[in-house]
């Protein structure tokens, strides 16, 4: 079983997938649940989301009475500065070439294929299995977003993304809010005349240092992400946009925390005489599961049956399973091992591609009644 998941997975890997450009890593994986008889379907969503693939989905009717699951993977990557050579060294796979290699979230793509391939061939009793591979989760969560989740019969279901040791399960995922500011102050010649201009970038960096950045408190962090301004040295700056987010697990923090930005954002285009447009929006709502909750004991029970005893953490990050929980769905993210994700020194070991397959296979198993 090794030998198939890594072979799949490192087939996966080795084509690039930046958002947007996922189509050749999407034939793939068409091309696989083709072989494994499946009926394969595209939506529309890709024009939709600015990609060259829509959301892939496939439905296997149940052969025993249960609850059905759903397995949900993105076959985007944060863009690699390379070309992706995985090799395996001592049990790990990482990239030669020294760029990213698409662990995440291939290395779930892989088991949940791998898993399917192995419920059909062994004609393992289930309770109906629907797989989606989405476009584009990198940037926005954006195809997972696009996608009609009416389509699913199951109202359970799993990625497999965090970079964690297995065993990890995710109880929740924070509220995230996006803000792009651009102060518009007066061009001026900075040495001739200086005192005619107004500087955005002054402005902008007077409202950036009252933002409290970084780990704001147990639930919250802030973080201003680019910055670009001015047209030249010698000309003191008319414009400056940045662009900043928020995230709590605690949505009225969260709501507390944007004002606060405003307000200084306000102040500081006050005080160095600009004006400033601000724009905020929801990036995605946050959730939180109990121990209690069906999928989770479910998770528990599979993770069990394979060796491992649960461990429950809260994630600084969102998934495709923000996107499923915010419509009514109960969908939990599984740690799957992967290390150093989005940085050359990515990788996974061969052992934890493996364990992941078995983790699908036992929560199958698990959800037969």
């Not at 759903?70 to 070309?83: G, I, K, N, Q, S």
């Not at 892989?110 to 299995?129: F, N």
Request: proline letters at 5%.
């Amino acid at each position: 079983m090794a030998a198939e998941v890594l072979d799949l997975f490192c087939e996966l890997a080795a084509i690039q997938s930046p958002p947007g450009d996922e189509r050749a890593v999407a034939d793939v994986v068409t091309r696989y649940m083709l072989d494994c008889g499946l009926t394969v379907d595209e939506d529309d969503a890709g024009p939709r989301v600015g990609s060259n693939m829509g959301n892939l989905y496939a439905r296997i009717e149940p052969t025993a009475e249960g609850e059905p699951l759903f397995f949900c993977a993105h076959l985007d990557t944060v863009p690699p500065t390379a070309a992706i050579e995985p090799v395996v060294e001592d049990g790990i796979v990482r990239n030669a070439a020294g760029t990213i290699l698409g662990a995440d979230n291939k290395s779930a793509v892989a088991a949940m294929l791998e898993g399917t391939r192995r419920v059909l061939a062994e004609g393992r009793p289930h309770p109906g299995i629907e797989l989606l591979f989405t476009p584009k989760e990198e940037v926005g969560l954006n195809g997972a977003y696009a996608f009609d989740h009416t389509r699913l019969r199951a109202r359970m279901g799993y990625v497999y993304d965090q970079a964690a040791p297995i065993g990890t399960v995710i109880l929740g995922a924070p509220f995230s809010q996006a803000i792009q500011v651009t102060f518009h102050g007066r061009a001026a010649h900075s040495g001739m005349h200086p005192e005619d201009g107004r500087s955005a970038i002054a402005a902008a960096s007077r409202a950036i240092s009252e933002f409290r950045l970084g780990r704001v408190d147990e639930f919250s962090t802030a973080n201003v992400g680019t910055i670009t301004g001015g047209t030249a040295g010698n000309i003191v700056p008319e414009w400056c946009t940045f662009e900043a987010e928020a995230r709590s697990h605690d949505e009225r923090r969260l709501a507390d925390l944007i004002q606060e930005m405003q307000d200084a954002i306000t102040f500081a285009a006050g005080v160095a005489e600009c004006d400033v447009e601000t724009t905020s929006r929801k990036s995605y709502r946050g959730y939180r599961f109990a121990k209690s909750d069906r999928a989770v004991v479910l998770a528990a029970e599979a993770l069990g049956r394979c060796g491992y005893e649960p461990v429950y953490e809260l994630s600084g990050g969102a998934a495709d399973a923000n996107v499923f929980n915010e419509r009514g769905l109960e969908c939990v993210n599984l740690a799957n091992g992967m290390t150093d994700i989005h940085t050359p020194n990515e990788h996974i070991a061969v052992a934890d591609l493996e364990a992941m397959v078995d983790v699908t296979l036992a929560l199958v198993d698990a959800a037969v009644t």
